[in-house]
T-cell receptor, first 109, second 115 residues
């Protein structure tokens, strides 16, 4: 049983389209993080959201933390081929960083 | 500051063999966590080491073991390798002190293939 479930599992879109990735849990997290991982590399931290309802923007990426701090979303506007990668949400559970199931995004030119 | 370094980058082993993977933590970090990542999936937490002792373990059998050394570097050992152990093994370091914890810095991983 996964503590953090992501959807969709795969996403294949054309350049310029918008997309949203979801991260859901039945548990409350003090904070959630989003990572991006490219083939052959380790995950790289994009953002940490801490407060319920918090919204953070990173250029074309918008991250939101649910009011109840059980879920989060990542929205990408006008996706570009450089956005291609594996997107992972992660949260601290008993002081250990636990990852979601991952969403693989492919953006075609 | 130096990042997290893992070695080797790739490894091929035969079923039943033993393997040791190594990780040098980022300067100033005192905690090391190990993860197993199957292709296209999220990393699964194996265990964490703090002050040279295991400080939390995921759902992995005892044949997965580890060490942390006084310089905070770490090893992951896997005995009696199985085909399903084929994966990317990631090491992450962080700093934990009385004020709390820092973010995790990940290495590029070791790709283990068991044949």
């Amino acid at each position: 049983t996964q503590l953090l479930e992501q959807s969709p599992q795969f996403l294949s879109i054309q350049e310029g389209e918008n997309l949203t990735v979801y991260c859901n849990s039945s548990s409350v997290f003090s904070s959630l993080q989003w990572y991006r991982q490219e083939p052959g590399e380790g995950p790289v931290l994009l953002v940490t959201v801490v407060t319920g309802g918090e919204v953070k923007k990173l250029k074309r990426l918008t991250f939101q933390f649910g009011d109840a701090r059980k879920d989060s979303s990542l929205h990408i506007t006008a996706a570009q081929p450089g956005d291609t990668g594996l997107y992972l949400c992660a949260g601290y559970h008993t002081d250990k960083l636990i990852f979601g199931t991952g969403t693989r995004l492919q953006v075609f030119p | 500051e130096t990042g997290v370094t893992q070695s080797p980058t790739h490894l091929i082993k035969t079923r039943g063999q033993q393997v040791t993977l190594r990780c040098s933590s980022q300067s100033g970090h005192n905690t090391v966590s190990w993860y197993q990542q199957a292709l296209g999936q999220g990393p699964q937490f194996i265990f964490q080491y703090y002050r040279e002792e295991e400080n939390g373990r995921g759902n992995f059998p005892p044949r997965f073991s580890g060490l942390q050394f006084p310089n905070y570097s770490s090893e992951l050992n896997v005995n009696a390798l199985e085909l399903d152990d084929s994966a990317l093994y990631l090491c992450a370091s962080s700093r934990v002190d009385r004020e709390g914890g820092s973010g995790y810095t990940f290495g590029s991983g070791t790709r283990l293939t068991v044949v």
